[in-house]
């Protein structure tokens, strides 16, 4: 059985939440932080050896303050991240274990993500070395302007919006930060097609939304109701909602 780390950034400035208290992927929801949710995808499968979760420095202290105590029962390792999220990324990435043959970066405020998704994307991933869910881009997309006025319209035809989590072989992906030169990507796949090695999409869904907004709380509230959920085993699991309040 292949072996997946997987990496967790949640060390973004969140400017678009707006919230005085919390960043998006500390956010509450549903009783539990956004990063949680997602955490727990991965941390009850047999397959993933490890999870890193990468946060602000300026965060370090009022993030141990509340989950210290989780972090050390669920066995997650916490790194301080960079300026932009490839340089979190990078500085997780050295801490990765050596036993991991493929790792998976998944945003930390990505928290509506099940199992048969993750394992769709694991699949693809030991076969093609590496793989990302995308789901079709639907609407009419407008190139504006910083007046908010409309230049041109783009044709949708082909384009794809990338989601997490993305899954690459172990080296593969080292060897591609390794060329990255500080380069500003988006995503992780950026860097692994700017190496030369093809990625291979996988459909996503709608539901496997991003939190962005205080708007997306309400809307993930209502997903994770309708989502089926993990089965965890034994009579007081790590996940018992009276942990994370």
């Known amino acids: 059985m292949a072996k997946f780390a997987v990496i967790m950034p ?40 490890q999870l890193i979760l990468v946060i602000a420095a300026e965060d370090r202290e009022a993030f141990h303050a509340k989950y210290a ?23 997780a990435l ?30 693809a991933a030991e076969k093609h070395g590496a793989a990302i869910p995308a789901i079709p881009v639907s609407g009419t997309i407008k190139r504006v302007d910083d007046k908010h006025l409309v230049q041109e319209t783009v044709s949708r035809e082909a384009l794809w919006e990338a989601q997490t989590p993305q899954v690459f072989r172990r080296q ?9 030169d500080n ?14 090695h093809p990625v291979t999409v996988v459909p996503g869904s709608p539901l496997n939304l991003k939190i962005t907004t205080k708007q997306d709380i309400r809307l993930a509230s209502q997903v994770l109701k ?20």
């Open 172 to 180: 593969l992906l080292l060897d591609a930060y390794a060329q990255r």
């Open 10 to 49: 949640a060390a973004g400035k969140s400017r678009r939440f707006r919230d005085e208290h919390y960043k998006k992927p500390f956010a509450m929801l549903d009783n539990r932080g956004v990063w949680l949710h997602a955490a727990e995808k991965f941390l009850h499968r047999d397959d993933v050896v």
């Open 94 to 123: 050295a801490h990765t274990k050596s036993n991991a043959d493929f790792i998976a970066v998944h945003d930390a405020a990505r928290p509506c993500i099940v199992d048969e998704w993750i394992s769709a994307i694991f699949q």
């Open 226 to 245: 309708v989502l089926p959920k993990p089965k965890l085993g034994g009579p007081a699991h790590p996940f018992a909602d009276d942990m994370w309040r």
């Open 183 to 196: 380069f500003a990507a988006t995503d992780d796949a950026q860097l692994v097609e700017r190496a030369g």
């Open 69 to 91: 105590a989780n972090i050390a029962i669920l066995g997650i390792d916490v790194v301080e991240g960079g300026a932009e999220r490839a340089d979190s990324v990078e500085k």
